[in-house]
């Protein structure tokens, strides 16, 4: 199968020259209420289940068609490189299993059932009460970026919330979203007749009003300005979920350095970075590294360079746009001077090229990257003075993968959780969030739904 | 001979090779790329004896500055640099004058230090060079209108003494600036008087040389549209307009300001010089000389003094981009005699025979949630 076998079925699988026009969309609005009447709203929980775990199958299986398409031209068409769109789709699919997103069902609504009828859990029964959750008619996500896991993810949240969905991307960022789609409408037609996906420039009025004016729900990805400037032109009853600008970093205790291999460890921190080529929400900025113990912060930071240097062969980064390149090449030499005048800046760097950079500083302040591999490590004597580091970052924190030994490893999670992480993991696995994870803090599924309690 | 002796009779030199190939209205090959060659290379040695910051880098870098045989080999510094360490040669007791970049708070911005005898070196290159490109040809009937404060008033814009170099330097039937400084700080333009101004200057037939940043026209433009009036500027008007809107309200792209500058005031594209320096340099470059011929039909290239040189570098690889390719701009300024004569910008730019395209900032990428925006 290539990309133009793949049937015109969303408005995103139009000819370029076709217009979209404010009718088009509302029209399309319309259908995809009808469709999820007809379809979708009664759909049991156990076969929709059954539904999306096996496109999940699918997508795991190399021989899967629409899966090859998008190893094929992932590349091209989303910048990132084939390795990143492999990885972070198995990631991806690995996690949505039949028994998983039950998990997630009863993690967020507390009863396997809930979306079927009204059910009673324990507190409820205990209260003379049961109670049922009603997903929105119609979602409409603003997506933001080119990494497709939060889209699709977003997207199977609404099938479960029993919801059309209409997908908006932003402009040659539908590519990956698109495929999911098909694979949708590939299994079960009727669940993929609930699915529209289209792609405009964001802020476009003629087709955002038909859209936001059918839509009782709105989610958007994207930088603070994006969410802000979206949420003055949203009727006031629609619900709206944003998920704004958003950085991680990584912390290594001096006993979890202790207890690891410290080579290990950079193996696990590079994957972190070069998974999505450092361009997400959770991936890390900076490492934070507790001194006092061997090997030194700033070994570790020669430690990760090193393997910086393997993953140039094994997983080169790919081309960046001169801007990007620019930049980092700027502030490499502004690392560089600082290193030649001062003992508490360290820089290792790619030869010829801008592929990684890894500054070390002995200054706790947190340091947005400038992504694409550039890496700061940083030496602290204890939490307090990372945190203190990055107060300007607070409540702009997605992530923090933690390196720490299992009697602090608590204390050390209730801290971060109090200055307003919203999620810890091990540093490793920072890209790989469970289908479950509360998105920012807040339940995923749990905020699109509706109570209705009904007292016995 | 003391580094800094050595540095001053460099700067000696140079401003004679500054006033001849001035006099001679820059018409030969006043200064060959041999000789520029031999100046740079001199100046390299000098300031890495003299300006231990730039030393440190060089050693660092594992640069023999012996062995170093081409002044496009020559380490940068970045103009980042500037705000952090006190790039120069000057002791700490010998630098009366600073210039800094603009920025929010005083520690973000850049600092170029200066002394009675850079600031002389400073005065002589702009002057040589803007009189070559803005003012040959405009008789001294004219009025020289300046929309940023005053020199008085913001005594550390490398750009404000510039044109109050100008402004000194006489020639114009009457020279003002019109701008003023706000209690926090802030560059104002009280636009009513400048319109009133000009109003003036129009009904009475002088023309103007009407210089200030982007912004400053913009806010012009703002002022005209909101009092629906035209201006037609008097025959042999002139403007300068100079990059830069530190994140002001409106922003236009350059071509729609020149086009809106055009029709609000009455001129010509040709007309508009456009200006490209930093405080952190002692050159500038133009794009072009008004009165001569500028074919609208390409992007406008800007060209640096003799005595200096720009060079688009790929940022991957350090090394001078191949015709038409794009990079990152170095300047190499020898007016920057006591400073850096090496400086790497923050800036665009696309390397074309006859000059620089700027293509303007190389933003910070940022990270935006999961909003990487693709490459368009």
């Known amino acids: 199968m290539i990309l133009n076998d793949l049937p015109d079925y969303f408005l995103v699988d139009l000819p370029p020259e076709a217009t979209l026009t404010p009718t088009v969309v509302s029209d399309a609005c319309e259908t995809l209420k009808r469709n999820r009447r007809q379809y979708l709203v009664d759909r049991p929980t156990e076969t929709l289940l059954r539904t999306l775990g096996l496109v999940a199958e699918k997508w795991l299986d190399r021989e899967y068609p629409i899966r090859q398409i998008a190893m094929e031209h992932g590349e091209q068409m989303s910048g990132f490189p084939r390795y990143n769109i492999e990885k972070g789709l198995d990631s991806l699919f690995r996690g949505i299993t039949q028994e998983a997103l039950n998990h997630l069902i009863l993690q967020d609504l507390g009863h396997v059932r809930r979306i079927d009828h009204p059910t009673s859990g324990d507190a409820e029964t205990r209260t003379g009460r049961k109670s049922f959750a009603v997903g929105p008619e119609l979602i409409a996500h603003v997506t933001g970026g080119v990494i497709p896991n939060p889209v699709i993810t977003s997207m199977v949240l609404g099938l479960l919330a029993r919801s059309a969905q209409f997908i908006k991307c932003a402009r040659k960022t539908s590519f990956l979203p698109r495929l999911f789609a098909h694979s949708i409408y590939e299994t079960d037609p009727k669940l993929g007749a609930c699915l529209e996906i289209a792609e405009w420039v964001g802020g476009d009025d003629q087709l955002e009003t038909p859209l936001f004016r059918a839509a009782d729900c709105v989610t958007a990805m994207g930088s603070d300005q994006t969410i802000e400037a979206l949420e003055t032109r949203l009727p006031k009853q629609t619900r709206f979920i944003p998920y704004g600008h958003r950085v991680s970093f990584s912390y290594v205790t001096k006993a979890g350095l202790e207890d690891c291999n410290p080579r290990v460890l950079a193996e696990q921190i590079v994957d972190d970075v070069v998974q999505w080529n450092q361009n997400g929400c959770l991936s890390p900025h900076v490492v934070y590294v507790e001194k006092g113990t061997t090997p030194s912060p700033d070994r570790l930071a020669q430690l990760i360079a090193d393997e910086f240097v393997r993953r140039e062969t094994s997983e080169p980064r790919g081309s960046i746009s001169d801007r990007e390149a620019a930049t980092i090449a700027n502030r490499r030499r502004l690392y560089e001077i600082r290193a030649a005048n001062s003992q508490d800046t360290l820089i290792w760097k790619s030869r010829d090229s801008t592929e990684w950079t890894v500054v070390f500083d002995n200054e706790p302040r947190f340091q947005q990257s400038c992504a694409n591999r550039f890496l700061y490590v940083k030496a602290v004597d204890a939490l307090e003075d990372a945190l203190g580091g990055a107060d300007e970052m607070i409540g702009k924190v997605s992530c923090v993968g933690l390196c720490a030994s299992l009697h602090e490893a608590q204390k050390t999670v209730e801290r971060l959780a109090r200055w307003g992480v919203t999620r810890v993991c091990p540093i490793g696995k920072m890209q790989h969030p469970s289908i479950a994870w509360r998105h920012d803090g807040r339940l995923s599924l749990g905020e699109l739904m509706t109570w209705t309690d009904w007292e016995l | ?376």
Not at chain 2, 19 to 26: G, P, Q, V
Not at chain 2, 38 to 63: D, K, M, T
Not at chain 2, 83 to 103: H, I
């Open chain 2, 1 to 376: 001979m003391e580094p800094l002796l050595r540095l001053n009779s460099f700067a000696e030199h140079l401003g004679s090779l500054i006033d001849s190939a001035a006099d001679r209205s820059f018409a030969d090959a006043d200064i060959s790329d041999e000789c520029f060659e031999g100046l740079a290379l001199e100046l390299f040695r000098l300031q890495v004896a003299a300006n231990p910051c730039y030393r440190r880098l060089i050693e660092y870098s594992q640069v023999d500055p012996i062995l170093v045989a081409s002044w496009r080999e020559i380490p940068c510094v970045p103009t980042a640099a500037f705000k952090e360490l006190d790039m120069t040669s000057l002791p700490e007791d010998s630098r009366p004058y600073v210039f800094r970049s603009s920025g929010t708070t005083q520690s973000n911005r850049g600092k170029h230090f200066h002394f009675d005898a850079s600031l002389a070196l400073y005065e002589k290159s702009l002057l040589a060079w803007f009189r070559h490109h803005v003012i040959r040809g405009l008789g001294n009937d004219s009025s020289l209108c300046i929309m940023t404060p005053s020199a008085r008033s913001v005594p550390e814009s490398s750009l404000v003494h510039m044109f109050d170099v100008v402004r000194r330097a006489g020639g114009f039937r009457s020279a003002e600036f019109y701008g003023d400084v706000s209690i926090d700080g802030g560059w104002g333009l009280p636009v009513e008087r400048l319109v009133l101004a000009l109003g003036e200057w129009c009904r009475a037939g002088v023309p103007v040389l009407l210089v200030g940043t982007a912004f400053n026209f913009v806010q012009l433009l703002d002022c005209l549209t909101e009092r629906g009036e035209r201006l037609v500027l008097p025959n042999g008007s002139r403007l300068l307009e100079t990059g830069g809107y530190k994140g002001r309200t409106r922003e236009l792209a350059k071509g729609d300001l020149y086009r809106e500058i055009c029709v609000a005031l009455g001129v010509s594209s040709d007309q508009i010089v456009s200006e490209y320096g930093m405080s952190e340099l002692s050159s500038q470059a133009y794009d072009h000389c008004i009165g001569t011929d500028l074919d609208a039909s390409v992007p406008r290239r800007f060209r640096f003094t003799p005595w200096s040189r720009g060079l688009v570098v790929s940022p991957e690889t350090g090394l001078e981009v191949g015709l038409g390719e794009t990079g990152l701009i170095q300047v190499f300024d020898l007016a920057n005699v006591w400073s850096v004569m090496a400086i790497q910008t923050e800036d665009l730019g696309v390397r074309h025979r006859d000059g620089i395209e700027l293509l303007g900032r190389a933003e910070l990428a940022e990270a935006k949630g999961c909003s990487l925006m693709p490459k368009l």
